[in-house]
């Protein structure tokens, strides 16, 4: 606490990202980092854009990387907005769309981000529980309210919503924006973003950081109507009409367009989880059923904070919530074949003591 802080600045509680620790390598399972590099074909622009040119501002409306972003998900310039990470455009959505005078729903267990930002907009968040399987009672999604978020797959418990029951969803809400997370729609899920030209009502979220492999860059992406567009510009527009710097822009383009890349190293992830998956099942483990690169897990004889200590010993670091309801959970983010046999052969060892 600080006399200078704003009454703002001190009532919030920020959020605390996972660990990037400094003290001495780990095999780093913590914050679902892709563990493969960028595309070359982004690397190589990246490159290239940094030049003489740095001197100048970049393009205030980002038109390249909104035209591939759109193209991308075929919809139009006019139904795509781009910002610095998804944090930053979900920030700008919050600002944008949610009412102040009525609680904005989402599930208990989710992106802890969502709380913040909603202290920090003066929102009052209503909080659905999961049920005991971690499922989202979309039915409780309803009623008086001022908007709704959620990821999809959700975070951290990896459970994916059929593309149907977004619809149902959306059509039982037309009068409140309702936001989809996908920071991890690509390992496994069906985007809603083409449920965008029919429902004036839907914002879907996308991030580079996750299949993308450019966490390090900083790059989201919004699709929706041209109105819910608008409004995100409203608010990009007057806090800082430079978003994203020149490097970031050369670098998204060229990695949105090298399809056959993103296929490939998702198509790995995918393959690596499947197969991690089945070897924590058989060393007694619980675990959902994850559709993003990351595992949730629960062993009935070990606790998870447990856990988490011996695998930090033995150099693998994995994240821990020490929160209601998950406090015996772990969340292990999926890498190379490589990381994730010496994560096992931790795993094994602690479990077999
Ligand atoms: C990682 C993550 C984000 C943030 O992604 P950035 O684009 O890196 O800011 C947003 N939402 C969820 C659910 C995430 O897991």
Redesign the pocket.
């Known amino acids: 606490m600080s006399k200078f802080w704003s009454p703002l600045a001190a009532s919030l509680v920020p959020y605390v990202p996972g660990e990037q620790p400094k003290d001495k390598k780990y095999v780093k399972l913590n914050t ?1 980092e892709n563990p493969y590099p960028p595309s070359p074909a982004a690397l190589e622009a990246m490159a290239d854009a940094v030049n003489g040119d740095l001197r100048l501002y970049p393009d205030p409306t980002a038109d390249e990387l909104v035209r591939a972003a759109a193209d991308y998900c075929g919809l139009s310039p006019a139904q795509t907005f781009v910002g610095n ?4 455009v ?1 920030a700008f959505a919050f600002a944008a769309f949610f009412d102040p005078a009525k609680p904005v729903l989402f599930p208990d267990i989710t ?1 802890s ?1 969502y709380k913040v930002y909603a202290t920090l907009y003066g929102l009052s968040p209503k909080l659905i529980p999961l049920d005991d399987e971690f499922h989202i009672p979309l039915e409780q999604f309803a009623g008086e309210h001022g908007g709704i978020i959620m ?1 999809n797959p959700n ?1 951290p418990t990896a459970q994916l919503l059929a593309l149907e029951e977004i619809r149902d969803l959306l059509e039982r809400n037309p009068d409140n924006v309702v936001i989809i ?1 996908e ?2 729609i690509d390992f496994g899920g069906e985007s809603a973003a083409s449920l965008v030209p029919e429902y004036p009502n839907l914002l879907v ?1 996308q ?4 299949s993308r492999s450019l ?1 390090g860059l ?3 992406l919004a699709f929706g109507s041209e109105e819910l567009i608008d409004g995100l510009n409203r608010i990009k527009n007057s806090f800082n009409s430079y978003t994203m710097d020149r490097v970031a822009l050369r670098g998204a383009v060229a990695s949105l367009r090298d399809e056959a890349y993103f296929r490939e190293t998702t198509a790995k992830v995918v393959a690596t989880r499947e197969r991690v998956t089945e070897q924590v099942l058989g060393l007694g483990f619980r675990a959902t059923d994850s559709k993003a690169n990351f595992l949730f897990i629960s062993h009935p004889r070990f606790p998870a904070s447990e856990l988490f200590a011996k695998l930090r010993e033995r150099g693998v670091l994995v994240r821990y919530f020490n929160s209601p309801r998950i406090d015996n959970y772990l969340r292990v983010s999926v890498g190379t074949d490589e990381e994730m046999d010496m994560f096992l052969a931790a795993l094994k060892g602690i479990v077999s003591d």
């Open positions: 679902n990470g998804s944090d930053e979900l992106y981000f990821p975070a997370d920071a991890y979220v991030t580079l950081s996750k966490a900083r790059v989201g």
